[in-house]
């Protein structure tokens, strides 16, 4: 303790300054509210520890770097420090250390750490420590000098709500949803020009994996400008974009006009496509061709909760999914032959569901499992399918909409119609992780983090 010298500011001084900055972060923050409904917005609908704790630390970076560190002391090889406006956080040496922010360790131009592991000591330790207005100031054991600035340490600061706002910036927290979902509804035109229905849509799908695009253009491929505006299409072994048609010598069920159990695309891939998109070109006139649409989440949610040895078994047995066959068309690849093996339900280190992936078309034949164990499984996932059908929707696409699913959440099926209809579905896709990357860039441009 002794090796370190505390340069304190004036409270008084710490104390106009912490209400000035309130005043004004409360008028951004509910400028931002006003201006548009998807900043700061539906916080009632999420967690409320969850929203409460991302707020109350959004708050907090927005404030100007003024308010500085204040006091800092050693605490079990962390630092603990006091911000200006009162907050506190525990930075441990080895992570300061190894995320200094100077150039030798940093590249400001890659946004990369330069630093290397191996030139880490897991021991090191501050032989001096000062605070000031901008920030913090540790000299290592290592020989090293480190400066790190106040909103970086902030933001990093290892409490519930740093840890809770940088959670959603990965990924939104879900809301689930039953047979009596209304689907939000998007114009396609205003979706391609104005950036606030596009971050609208973006947090939609993340939220509710589920919306409806209205007067889309015909095109060959699905969305393909919606999606060229958010990143690229994602291709797979049927190409860009797949003709749902009758087609004679069909290379999948889905190309047929048989009715198609409520399923999840290409689970035979090992990285599923993160988004569908559906797009109706042309429907069929009388009964048939209905979407069914049910949200995989709410369902595993359900099992988790009535019956949670099938959900055990569901989330812990692989099950192998496969896809074996040759082009009908030019731009599908001329022959493939993908096997991946995954659970139905993937939980996440947190016991999350992450993944649904059912399908009856693709589901292998191939069990990697005692006899024994195959009834059991099978009684599990049939419960699970009635629980995914039980709270489904039904409803017909006409021409010109476009509907949009989570393809690793939501299912989709639909129900037969005539052999010789002239119905035409086309589907293509787009990748989570360029979708996330698009409504983090909005945010970050309109300033609306959570
Ligand atoms: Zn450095």
Not at 122 to 144: A, F, I, N, R, Y
Not at 157 to 183: C, D, M, N, V
Not at 232 to 251: D, E, L, T
Not at 274 to 295: K, R
Request: with cysteine; aromatic share 10%.
């Amino acid at each position: 303790m002794s090796a370190i010298r505390l340069i304190r500011v004036l409270f008084y001084g710490a104390a106009t300054q912490r209400g000035a900055t309130k005043t004004q972060v409360r008028r951004v923050w509910s400028g931002c509210s006003s201006r548009s409904s998807l900043c700061g917005q539906e916080g009632a609908q999420r967690g409320l520890s969850l929203t409460a704790a991302a707020s109350q630390f959004e708050l907090s970076l927005t404030k100007p770097p003024v308010s500085g560190v204040v006091s800092s002391k050693l605490w079990n090889d962390m630092l603990e420090v006091k911000f200006g406006d009162g907050t506190e956080g525990r930075l441990p040496f080895v992570w300061l250390r190894d995320n200094c922010q100077c150039s030798q360790c940093f590249s400001v131009e890659g946004l990369g750490r330069k630093f290397l592991i191996d030139d880490l000591d897991v021991e090191v330790q501050p032989t001096k420590v000062e605070e000031s207005m901008q920030g913090l100031t540790v000299k290592w054991s290592d020989g090293h000098q480190s400066e790190y600035s106040t909103n970086w340490l902030q933001n990093r600061a290892f409490t519930p709500s740093s840890r809770a706002l940088h959670r959603e910036k990965y990924a939104l927290r879900k809301e689930q949803w039953g047979a009596e979902h209304r689907i939000k509804d998007f114009d396609y035109n205003t979706l391609m020009s104005n950036e606030r229905v596009l971050l609208d849509w973006l947090l939609t799908m993340e939220r509710k994996g589920s919306a409806m695009v209205r007067n889309v253009p015909q095109k060959d491929v699905a969305g393909q400008e919606l999606i060229e505006h958010i990143a690229f299409v994602k291709q797979c072994h049927y190409g860009p974009h797949s003709p749902v048609i009758n087609r004679p010598n069909s290379n999948n069920v889905a190309f047929t006009n048989a009715k198609l159990g409520l399923h999840n695309d290409l689970p035979a891939y090992e990285h599923m496509p993160g988004i569908i998109f559906i797009q109706c070109l042309a429907q069929h006139p009388g009964a048939g061709g209905e979407s069914i649409v049910t949200d995989g989440l709410f369902a595993a949610e359900e099992l988790r909760r009535k019956r949670p040895e099938d959900f055990k078994i569901l989330s812990s047995t692989d099950m192998y999914f496969w896809d074996k066959g040759h082009a009908n068309y030019s731009w599908e690849m001329p022959e493939f032959y993908k096997i991946a093996k995954f659970p139905v339900i993937k939980v996440n280190g947190n016991n999350e569901v992450v993944q649904i992936a059912v399908s009856n078309t693709t589901r292998d034949s191939h069990m990697d499992l005692p006899p024994q164990e195959v009834k059991k499984y099978y009684a599990a996932y049939k419960r699970f399918y009635i629980i995914l059908s039980a709270n489904a929707m039904t409803f017909k696409m006409e021409q010109g909409d476009m509907m949009t699913l989570d393809n690793v959440r939501c299912l989709h099926g639909r129900e037969s119609y005539d052999a010789d209809s002239q119905r035409h579905i086309e589907t293509s896709y787009l990748d989570w992780d360029e979708a996330r990357c698009r409504r983090r860039r909005l945010q970050e441009k309109f300033g609306c983090f959570i």
